[in-house]
């Protein structure tokens, strides 16, 4: 089996965010998102039954979690653990460049 690089096959533009799963076992999912500044729609909270561990790779970002005034702001090496049903959104993400996640979604 060849290595594969979480930098490569990126596409130009993007009109929607790309989730693609990288491995998947019955416990958790390991995704690569690749966002171009998309946010979370107005009004609109993700509320996921799984935890969400999410490293930011490349870009930047910015999350929002319910009950919080402030943004938290993401740069490249940051990561963050999200609790199931701890509600947030995506405020932003960089328009400039592309912004690639590592997430891992898990029971």
Do not use: C
Request: aromatic share 10%; glycine share 8%.
């Amino acid at each position: 089996m060849e290595p594969k690089n979480l930098f490569l096959q990126i596409p130009e533009s993007l009109k929607d965010e790309i989730f693609e799963p990288l491995l998947k076992a019955d416990d958790f999912i390991l995704e690569r998102i690749i966002s171009s500044g998309q946010a979370t729609q107005p009004g609109k909270w993700y509320d996921q039954d799984t935890h969400e561990w999410v490293l930011l790779l490349s870009g930047g970002a910015g999350l929002l979690f319910e009950g919080e005034k402030e943004v938290r702001v993401m740069h490249p090496g940051d990561y963050i653990h999200i609790p199931a049903h701890q509600r947030h959104r995506v405020e932003w993400t960089d328009a400039g460049q592309k912004t690639i996640w590592l997430a891992l979604h898990y029971r």
